[in-house]
């Protein structure tokens, strides 16, 4: 029977995703809803609300009502609106005003709104899978990998070559962005959001964020870190408990070696069956996205989404297939289809920690690479190797500088600004929006005000689904460059 491949079904998912969506958002993202309160008649409206109107569109929301003491109170969501007291966001909004989203919750959301929110809880429901399946599938894998490896040196050697081509990428990537922020000069064009009022997100010290991942690496409680899928911790601790093991030796070693390779199998088994879904999960998770952004905040930001989408292409089209045919020998089209279902689910779900499974049964399946060189690349990768994010972080920086001072950043500036967001990117979390909170780091290096930062919230999601596909590409080209020095260690068969 006829059966097309992976990354076709997940291409169709995403175009069909994509037109449900934007269908959504063209037909069904505008609404005006009045509300009155009738005497003596049950309302849903909060206690104290009179009357009310909501006015909804994919772009903004304005909520008017009117409290039992006569006042009127108008409040504003839009992300892109520069007048102060406008809300970016109904979650900020919620933290002022309650009554007014829930007003808006229950009688004004649109139609495209209502369908994404299901749209994103029934995507949701295929990355709880991947999710489920994340910290077994790392702590088998990994043991089995190290097992596989027989001593602390070959731990130690790839270890070595791991962490330089995280480090080396991680620096193209900077620069790259770095580069076309200086040509493109977005935060100098003529934008709209330079008076914008922007929400904040409080700075951490770079020391005390790089502390926290060292402490990360020493779990007080293993079996904690395993509930709480603290990755770092577990991938700690799993290679401790492996270099142990080996140490040991003799049948326990054997034994426990029988016991990770038949979990892997296992956990193999189910993220395989998992991935089946992934076309429909895809298609879920676009939609939500396509049908609930609108198109303002786009045009508001243009020159800046341009920006970190040229520095991205560049990055992922040019350098890393470039590293992958000279450096791993490896065809990059080849390399890339094998990718593809991890790269597509990594696009629409934003999170490279969530697409772990997949792309560890992608690099294993289909792209060849050994369970020994993955297990250990891939899990090390999606906890500290973030190209895209700190490319994203770069640009986003200097996006604000120019903004905030009318002007570039000197050279010295940018080499903080590149530093800084290398070191930041290694403590970002796998998760959606992770690097904002690493971006206030950056800026608290170079003066900018923290506040800044919520200039670019309006278009993060988006930009967000690229970088983190550039995170699982660059991972999985990774896998590729330390298998082809692996390989070229390895001792040659005798031909006596």
């Not at 059966?3 to 037109?19: C, K």
């Not at 972080?393 to 002007?407: G, K, P, S, W």
């Not at 690097?435 to 930009?463: F, K, S, W």
């Not at 970088?467 to 990774?478: E, I, K």
């Amino acid at each position: 029977m006829f059966r097309l491949a992976l990354h076709w079904q997940l291409l169709i998912g995403m175009i069909f995703g994509t037109i449900l969506g934007v269908t959504l958002n063209i037909t069904a993202s505008n609404r005006t809803t009045t509300v009155v309160r009738q005497p003596g008649t049950p309302s849903e409206l909060p206690r104290g609300i009179d009357s009310a109107a909501i006015h909804d569109t994919s772009g903004s929301t304005v909520i008017q009502y009117v409290n039992d003491q006569g006042e009127q109170v108008k409040r504003v969501v839009d992300p892109v609106d520069p007048q102060a007291g406008v809300f970016r966001s109904i979650e900020t909004l919620a933290a002022v005003d309650p009554a007014a989203v829930a007003i808006y919750e229950t009688y004004g959301m649109s139609v495209a709104k209502q369908v994404g929110g299901w749209l994103q809880r029934l995507g949701g429901l295929f990355l709880r899978m991947l999710q489920m399946v994340a910290v077994p599938l790392i702590i088998t894998s990994l043991l089995t990998g190290v097992l596989g490896l027989g001593s602390s040196q070959g731990l130690g050697r790839m270890f070595r070559r791991t962490l330089t081509y995280y480090i080396c990428t991680s620096m193209l990537a900077i620069t790259t962005g770095l580069l076309v922020v200086n040509v493109v000069r977005p935060g100098l064009k003529d934008n709209v959001v330079a008076r914008a009022h922007p929400d904040a997100h409080e700075a951490e010290s770079l020391i005390n964020v790089l502390f926290a991942q060292l402490e990360a690496m020493i779990p007080k409680n293993p079996f904690a870190a395993v509930v709480d899928s603290n990755f770092l911790s577990v991938i700690a601790f799993t290679i401790a408990f492996a270099l142990f093991t080996i140490s040991v030796g003799g049948k326990t070693a054997e034994r426990i070696g029988d016991a990770a390779k038949a979990g892997f199998d296992v956990m193999m088994a189910m993220t395989m069956a998992i991935i089946k879904l992934a076309p429909l999960g895809v298609f879920f998770l676009i939609a939500a996205v396509t049908a609930t952004q609108g198109t303002s905040v786009f045009m508001a930001l243009a020159w800046y989404v341009v920006a970190v989408a040229v520095a991205l292409a560049i990055h992922s089209l040019i350098t890393l297939p470039l590293i992958l045919k000279f450096i791993a020998k490896r065809s990059p089209v080849e390399f890339f289809k094998a990718m593809s279902p991890a790269l597509l689910t990594a696009f629409s779900s934003a999170s490279s920690n969530g697409t772990l499974p997949l792309t560890m049964s992608s690099v294993e399946e289909r792209a060849g690479i050994s369970n020994r060189t993955g297990s250990f690349v891939l899990p090390l990768g999606a906890t500290i190797n973030m190209d895209g994010t700190a490319l994203y972080e770069a640009v986003a920086v200097l996006f604000i500088a120019q903004l905030h001072f009318e002007r570039n950043l000197e050279m010295s500036e940018q080499i903080v600004v590149a530093l800084t967001a290398l070191l930041a990117s290694v403590g970002a979390a796998g998760i959606p929006h992770a690097g904002l909170v690493m971006m206030a780091i950056i800026l608290n290096a170079v003066g900018l005000p923290l506040e800044m930062q919520g200039i670019i919230l309006a278009v993060d999601r988006v930009l967000d689904m690229c970088r983190t596909s550039v995170n699982v590409w660059s991972d999985s080209c990774g896998c590729a460059v330390i298998e082809a020095f692996e390989l070229a260690d390895a001792p040659k068969p005798s031909t006596e």
